[in-house]
C-alpha cells in the first residue's frame, strides 16, 4: 500500500485540498495518509473517513522519507529547507507542491493534467518526481485558451488580470474585510439619511480610506473600495514576477519551442476569491468565432464559453458566479478593430481549484493508477 503524507493541510489552499478529496472518494482508493504539522505535533489526524492516527513532525526528514509520496500546501519556505534534505537523504519519492519554489527547475513538472497530460506522462516515463503546481492565473488561462494553443493559432497573449484577495492569503482576505468594515463604518450613516447626496459619501469614503488607523497591515495601502496595480516583486523589464510567470510558466507548461510571448498587467483587485483575465489574443491567423468557440469547448469539460450579450456576462462572468465551482467560463469573446486576427476575452475561475488544489490532487490520482473521474463543471 502506498503511503502518502500531507503537510499543509489545514491551510486555505491545503483545506480546499482536503474538501475536494473528501468529495471525489480519494482517501478510498487504497493509499495510506500520514498527517504532517509544523506546529500541532502528536495531536490527532483529521477525520477522513478511516483512522489518520496523531500528526508527525514536518521537519522530521526521516518520517517524510517513509512515504512514497508527498503532498506539500505549506508554502516555498517550507518546500526550499525540507526538500533539498529530503533529496539529500537519499529520498526518490514523489513530491507534490503547491508552492512556486521548485516550479522553473529543470528537473520539476508544472501539472495541469487537462492542458498537459501527456507531457505528464512522458516526465513520469524519464523517472521525473517532482511535481508542481503552476501560477494560478496561468493555469485559469490555460484551461480556456488550450484548445487555440493546441491548433497553433496563437501567436501572442496579452493578459490584464483582476486578482482577488485570497491570492495573496488568508491574512489578506481578513485584511480586505477589515477594510470593508472601517469604511462601512465611516460612512455606511450617511445611507440611512434623508438627503444625504453621493458627493457625501464619496468624501466620507475617501476620509476613512486615508485615516491613519485604516487596516493596511498586510497590504500597505487600501483595497477596499480601490485597488493595487502591483502584484508581487519587481524583475527586470518594467515586469512583476507575478507577470513574468505568464511567459515562463506558460511555455514550460505547454511544453512549446519556439515559445509564445505572454505578457500583461496584473492587478489585486476587491474581490475575495476567483480571479479574471482581460485577455488579447493575437491569431496566426483569422480563424473565424464559431471555429475558436468549438476549440475551447472542446478542449476540456470544465471550458464554458459564454454568450457575447450583457445578460449573459453580467450572470456568468464573475466571481461571485463561479467561486467555489470547477468551470472556468469565457465570454466576450469578439474580433477587436486591430484586425480580423485579433481576439478579445475575458474569463473568470476560482484561483483555489484550478489555480492551486485541483492539480495536486488528480496528479495524485495519476501516482495512484486511480481514474480522474468526478469534478463536474
Known amino acids: 500500500m502506498k503511503r502518502v503524507g500531507f503537510v499543509g493541510w489545514r491551510g486555505m489552499v491545503g483545506s480546499v485540498l482536503m474538501d475536494r478529496m473528501l468529495?471525489?472518494?480519494d482517501f478510498a482508493l487504497g493509499f495510506e495518509p500520514a498527517f504532517f504539522s509544523t506546529s500541532q505535533v502528536g495531536a490527532p489526524g483529521p477525520d477522513v473517513g478511516h483512522p489518520t492516527g496523531t500528526l508527525r513532525d514536518a521537519s522530521d526528514v526521516r518520517a517524510l522519507a517513509e512515504m512514497d509520496a508527498v503532498v506539500s500546501c505549506q508554502g516555498g519556505d517550507y518546500t526550499n529547507d525540507l526538500h533539498p534534505k529530503l533529496r539529500a537523504s537519499g529520498w526518490r519519492g514523489m513530491w507534490i507542491d503547491a508552492a512556486s519554489?521548485?516550479?522553473?527547475?529543470d528537473t520539476s513538472v508544472i501539472i495541469?493534467?487537462?492542458?498537459?497530460?501527456?507531457?505528464?506522462?512522458?516526465?513520469?516515463?524519464?523517472?521525473?518526481?517532482?511535481?508542481?503546481g503552476g501560477n494560478c492565473t496561468v493555469s485559469l488561462m490555460l484551461m480556456v485558451l488550450h484548445g487555440l494553443f493546441a491548433r497553433g493559432w496563437v501567436e501572442w497573449v496579452s493578459t490584464m488580470t483582476y486578482q482577488a484577495a485570497s491570492g495573496a492569503g488568508a491574512k489578506t482576505m481578513q485584511e480586505l474585510v477589515a477594510q470593508m468594515r472601517a469604511v462601512v463604518g465611516a460612512a455606511g450613516g450617511l445611507l440611512d439619511r434623508d438627503g444625504a447626496t453621493a458627493l457625501e459619501l464619496d468624501r466620507a469614503v475617501t476620509a476613512s480610506l486615508a485615516a491613519p488607523d485604516f487596516p493596511r497591515r498586510e497590504l500597505g495601502v487600501p483595497l477596499a473600495a480601490s485597488l493595487i496595480p502591483w502584484i508581487d516583486k519587481a524583475v527586470d523589464g518594467g515586469q512583476s514576477r507575478e507577470e513574468w510567470k505568464g511567459y515562463a510558466e506558460t511555455n514550460k507548461i505547454l511544453?512549446?519551442?519556439p515559445p509564445v510571448p505572454v505578457d500583461g498587467i496584473c492587478v489585486r483587485v476587491g474581490a475575495m476569491r476567483c480571479h479574471s483575465q482581460g485577455l488579447t489574443v493575437k491569431l496566426t491567423r483569422d480563424v473565424p468565432l464559431a471555429d475558436i468557440e468549438a476549440a475551447i469547448r472542446d478542449a476540456n469539460p470544465w471550458a464554458r464559453v459564454v454568450p457575447n450579450t450583457p445578460e449573459a456576462s453580467r450572470a456568468e462572468l464573475t466571481p461571485a458566479a463561479v467561486s467555489?465551482?470547477?468551470?472556468?467560463?469565457?465570454?466576450?469573446l469578439h474580433?477587436?478593430?486591430?484586425?480580423?486576427?485579433?481576439?478579445?476575452?475575458?474569463?473568470?475561475?476560482?484561483?483555489l481549484l484550478w489555480g492551486a488544489a485541483e492539480p495536486l490532487r488528480r496528479?495524485?490520482?495519476i501516482l495512484l493508477g486511480a481514474e480522474l473521474g468526478g469534478g463536474a463543471p
Open 335 to 351: 474580433k477587436l478593430k486591430m484586425g480580423p486576427e485579433y481576439l478579445g476575452a475575458f474569463t473568470v475561475g476560482d484561483q
Open 112 to 132: 495541469l493534467d487537462p492542458v498537459n497530460r501527456a507531457l505528464i506522462e512522458r516526465a513520469l516515463a524519464r523517472g521525473a518526481r517532482d511535481f508542481i
Open 101 to 105: 519554489a521548485l516550479r522553473m527547475k
Open 23 to 25: 468529495a471525489e472518494g
Open 363 to 365: 496528479m495524485l490520482r
Open 255 to 257: 511544453g512549446l519551442e
Open 324 to 332: 467555489g465551482t470547477l468551470a472556468v467560463p469565457i465570454g466576450r
